[in-house]
């Protein structure tokens, strides 16, 4: 608990899901946390709920689609509190359909959230943090970044090159005081299959495709956390994502058959609500 006393922490996405329970536990273990959101009265509302239990936080509007807004923001919170510790890139999107039916416009936008997001906070985060030689930087992947996973292609490439940017920044950033994690969980109880775009789908058919319990958020920020004191590169969880991992790094063809029952249950629960 003590690791994150008095540490100055910015989450992006923080209104809602795993970025809410990030913010809220990091409250908890008495960080100052900057709860940022395009929902500005969503964040408003999680910083005064951890004001509320005896923690300190602040909220502020803001789209990581926007550099300059990002590089502010970040800049102007080193500046007003003295240091940045800790950025916590969580903002994400998905969209779920087959690529055959995607637009350039779906890719756009999840390409835009959910990697260029991440590129801002992550290069104005470390700005900040190898001139006061000292940070870590936190970027949320997800299972599909390690595994791909089919109907969300969009989805999974952005967070592949999350993956790959993390492993890159750690390199680069350990001799210099900051310190880089990626985070990779699975399938959790959150907000993103209700705020998602479908196409050519419903949310029922993504759901249906989920073979696993769900993680409660609250948890699975718990789980970050403790990772992120323990400076692990990644942060895998639950036990099947970390499975899955080891056995696709060992046989890169172990997920195929996975993925062909994906494909085809998704066209089945499609072609059912066509029918009913």
Known sequence: MDRFRGMVAIVTGGASGLGKALCEELGRRRAVV??????????????????AAGGRASAARLDVRDAAAVTALVEGTAAAHGQLDLMINNAGVAVTGEAQELGLEHWR?????NLWGVIHGATAAYAVMTRQGSGHIVN???????SGFPTVSPY????????????????EGEDLGVKVSVV????????IYDNGTYVGSRKE????????KMMDAGRAARLTLDGV???????VFPFYTRLLWRLVRLSPSIAAPLHRATVRGFRASRRTAAHS
């Open 34 to 51: 900057v709860v940022t959101d395009v929902d500005e009265p969503g964040a408003r509302a999680v910083a005064a709920g951890i004001e």
């Open 109 to 113: 936008r999840v390409v835009d959230v």
């Open 140 to 146: 949320v992947a997800s299972l599909a970044g390690l």
């Open 156 to 171: 999974a490439t952005t967070k592949f090159a999350v993956v790959g940017l993390s492993q890159s920044l750690r390199a």
């Open 184 to 191: 990779c969980p699975g399938f959790l109880q959150t907000a």
């Open 205 to 212: 058919d993504a759901l249906a495709q989920v073979k696993f």
């Open 229 to 235: 004191a323990r400076n692990r590169a990644f942060i």
